[in-house]
């Protein structure tokens, strides 16, 4: 009798064992615990720039400052108060440089390490988009009626062209070679970085805010008030397509494109995001979302995309699909988002709030990469830090130490076992010895 006790008492703890372990490392699209953070700054946040390793972000706000974050933190490494609104920010691939513009008309660059700019330059009037090459060495600025190129190391511009209005879109290839910029007399303009004469232009039937550029320069997207999305080769000023949305393009943020070129994104205040591929006008996925879009990234390999837009939704999405792998509802209209290059870390702001997330799993334990770093320090290239057999997303979901391998259910259930054992071999003692007398 005490031996079949004993025999289905492990069978029970066996058998719960197999159950745990078919289910402790599951894998995910996306952690079920990810790491983020929320800054509030004095007003609205007007851009967002994230580096491309994600650790580094660079933030615009209308209280006048430039915040810089690192990751590990929510508060800023350092911020800049300028003298207006700080329309747009952008950072350098290694997160080195940072550059600004602002109301005040001046382009500010700094480098990570000092809140203390490396030298500004004043400009004709607000400056409304920046740009800097992957690379660091480049800097382009649209500002009141002039687009300006600067090298890093010097604040006396390398040259500026005057289209006679605004230039609300900007940018620059990961090398600084080639320059795309949007202008309100509805051009789009393309430069190579030794001339200020236009290599093309090519006239739309609006006022074209957004404009991206492929990493080599080869390709170009732009996105326009005549609801267009248009995309350009170089070597010709006719676009190799166009497609009309439902709406216009009207936002500096509002169109980008993979390094390589291949692949598209666009938001419209037809409140569609339109994922595109490079050989075809026709989108390859559309999503339609509860309102018009304020911002769209893709991460350079052209795998994630990020869009968030006035009905609160942040969505991040796989290139295959049009069915979101993660979204999430924030407090306000969102109105800008910045992708990391591998797509794994991502930032949007809502009104006054800096939002950072990543969501970067290696080891597949259903914890981010970061929420291992700084929450429960464990590692994040390895899914069972303590070697226990449960993964270390297992053990903070059920309340067990991902740092102790003696904190498991086996453990556990062990130590119930043993327990049960000597309560019965205690109570088996007792009744003999009542039956002896
Ligand atoms: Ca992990
Ligand atoms: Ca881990
Ligand atoms: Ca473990
Ligand atoms: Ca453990």
Redesign the pocket.
């Known amino acids: 009798m005490r031996k079949n006790q004993i025999w289905i008492l492990s069978s029970i703890i066996l058998s719960s064992l197999l159950v745990f372990q078919l289910f402790a490392p599951l894998s995910r699209a996306v952690p079920s615990l990810y790491y983020s953070w929320t800054y509030k700054a004095g007003d609205l946040i007007e851009s967002l720039a994230i580096s491309d390793d994600g650790q580094y972000i660079v933030a615009a706000s209308d209280d006048m400052n430039v915040y810089f974050f690192h990751l590990s933190s929510s508060t800023p490494l350092w911020s800049y108060k300028t003298g207006g609104v700080v329309e747009s920010v952008a950072i350098s691939s290694d997160g080195q440089y940072i550059v600004a513009g602002s109301d005040d008309t001046n382009i500010y660059l700094f480098t990570k390490t000092n809140s203390t700019p490396l030298w500004n330059y004043s400009t004709d009037g607000i400056v409304r988009k920046v740009v800097i090459s992957s690379n660091g060495q480049y800097i382009a600025a649209g500002s009141g009626s002039k687009l300006y190129l600067f090298k890093y190391n010097s604040s006396t511009p390398l040259w500026s062209y005057n289209p006679g209005s605004a230039i609300r879109g900007v940018a620059i290839s990961s090398d600084g070679q080639y320059i795309v910029a949007g202008c309100d007399n509805y051009m789009v303009y393309y430069f190579r970085q030794n001339s200020s004469t236009p290599l093309w232009s090519y006239t739309t039937g609006g006022v074209v805010q957004s404009v991206a550029i492929s990493s080599d320069g080869q390709y170009i997207v732009a996105g326009s008030w005549d609801k267009r999305i248009y995309f350009f080769q170089q070597n010709s000023s006719t676009p190799l397509w166009s497609y009309e949305t439902g709406n216009q393009i009207r936002n500096n943020e509002l169109v980008a494109i993979s390094s390589d070129g291949q692949y598209i994104v666009a938001g419209s205040w037809d409140q569609r995001i339109y994922f595109f591929q490079q050989n075809s006008s026709t989108p390859f996925w559309n999503y339609t979302t509860g309102n018009i879009l304020n911002s769209v990234a893709i991460a350079s390999n052209g795998q994630y995309i990020v869009a968030g837009g006035a009905d609160n939704q942040l969505n991040l999405f796989g290139s295959s699909s049009a069915t979101p792998l993660w979204s999430l509802t924030l407090d306000s209209a969102i109105g800008s988002v910045a992708v990391s290059s591998n797509g794994q870390n991502f930032v949007a702001s809502s009104y006054m709030n800096v939002h950072y997330f990543d969501i970067g799993d290696d ?1 597949n ?1 259903g ?1 981010s990469n970061c929420y ?1 770093n700084y929450i ?1 320090y ?8 303590d070697g226990d057999g449960y ?3 297992w053990e903070i979901q059920n309340g067990y130490n ?1 740092l102790s391998s003696l904190s498991n259910p086996t453990v556990i259930a062990i130590l119930v076992a043993i327990s049960v054992a000597i309560g019965l071999m205690v109570v088996l003692l007792i009744i003999k010895r009542k039956r002896k007398s």
């Open positions: 080891d334990d914890l291992e429960t464990t590692a994040p290239d390895n899914w069972d830090t993964s270390d997303g991902p």
